[in-house]
């Protein structure tokens, strides 16, 4: 016999809670394969065709972010400098432009199996993920905030030697073809999972099982892909949170040492960049383990979308201010940047905030004695706290972040507004998947956690 929580409720929304009993419940009868992996209807991003058109446009966006806002060409693109794109790139001057290098993917094969190589061997803790609807749980190694300490020690001792600074320019110097190197890796993985879900038995994404090509091998088609021999090495939750979130990291310094020897100083933009920038990636190891709690690890597949979006966009896109300032050096002063700094705090707050209330609910902790409302699917929605003024509050919290990593550009050039712009429609449409996804999980509860929190992602307004 097991005892656990019972509810009482005022108004829909539970206040306290009383102890009840319930009966030991059987566990349901093992699903088939087929059972557990039924196939998808390609509603997701317009379909085969809008996966297709993302699938070969966001690369291509990646390498114009390079060749349209550059120390060669500027940051301004004019339809002059546009119309003869194809013949400067052919003709880079230099190896920081160049499509391919093969000392590039030597550099860069090395760095994902120091990833590797640093998760295997770390110390750890173990932490169960989400039940899976095959009854299983995943565990999973989460040692980021060690593996950070380590890599940010070695490049401290590197910066640290006499012409280190000078060295560690390497990464800004070689960044088209370190981007080649990323989008290679990406592919390859993105077709090794794909083709190995069809022998592994491995469960499916439920969104990603259509059936067409394009389809599922953009949204992924295994939920937790793995490799043989290495079961617990979980490709989506590492590639997530490793290889991708730390090479930005330190592409970013590389780009203020770039501006270091250059200038002989790091302009307070630069360093405004840096911190806020580099937060992100410690905040993200400091709060590992509530990436189990999110959809990507939850619900999507590992397909193109997050091979290429952890591997290639992430370091090399969300860049663009850092790579920006190291040949358009601005000063803030003191006022502007006390500005920016407010609004970092501010989204860093709400971001971090709204993400804890979540995970520490969902891990059946409730400090802040935030209400919330049952439902038929078993799992509790907050209807107070951050959860209670907008269905994803973290999302607002981020995008004022993607303000406050933009604004030490300046007002030049629109360009390095790239991620506010992307990240926006990103969040939208990423909010409207996770609705209807929810709608999918909860059913009438949804409609009704709605009614409660009609704002989607800023509160009162959006
Ligand atoms: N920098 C970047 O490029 C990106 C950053 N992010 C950030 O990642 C973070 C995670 O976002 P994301 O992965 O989209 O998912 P979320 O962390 O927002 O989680 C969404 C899930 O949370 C659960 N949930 C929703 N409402 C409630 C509620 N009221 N109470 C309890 N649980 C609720 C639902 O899952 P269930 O009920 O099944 O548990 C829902 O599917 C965000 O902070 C976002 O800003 C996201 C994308 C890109
Ligand atoms: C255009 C394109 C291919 C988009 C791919 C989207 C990915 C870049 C993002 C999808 C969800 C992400 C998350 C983070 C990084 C970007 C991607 C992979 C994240 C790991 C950043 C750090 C945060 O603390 C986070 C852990 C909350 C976050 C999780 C989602």
Redesign the pocket.
Known sequence: MTTTNGTSRTNGDVTKTTITAKAQVSLPPKKSYAELNPKSKPTEFFGPIGTTIVTFATPAVAYALFFTCNEVTGCNPSASSLSNLAHTIGNWPSSAGKLWEWKALAVYLAWYAWCIATWVILPTEWIEG?LLRDGTRKKYKMNGLWFLFLTLGVAIGVLARPGGIEHFTWLYDHFVPLLSAALAMATAQAVWVYAYSFFSGELLALGGNSGIFFYDFFLGRPLNPTIPGLPNWDIKTFNEVRPGLSLWFLLNISCACEQYVRLGYVSDSMWLVLAFEGW?TIDCYIAEP??L???????DGFGFMLAF?DLAW?PFT?GLQARYLTFNPVQLGPVFSAIIVAIEILGLYI?RV??NE?SD??NGKNPKNLT?MDTA?G?????SGW??RS??P??F???LM?WAWCLPTGFNTPITYFYVAY?AV??IH??RR?DE??RH??GKDWDR?VEK?PYRIVPYVY
């Open positions: 989400l992100y509530s990436i709690n999110q959809m990507d690890i939850t619900t979006g992430l969300y971001f709204a993400n979540k609910f969902r919330y699917r799992t509790k929605l907050l209807t959860w209670g269905r994803h973290n999302y919290g981020d995008w993607a990240f990103l969040l990423r909010q996770d996804a929810c999980k909860y956690y929190v």
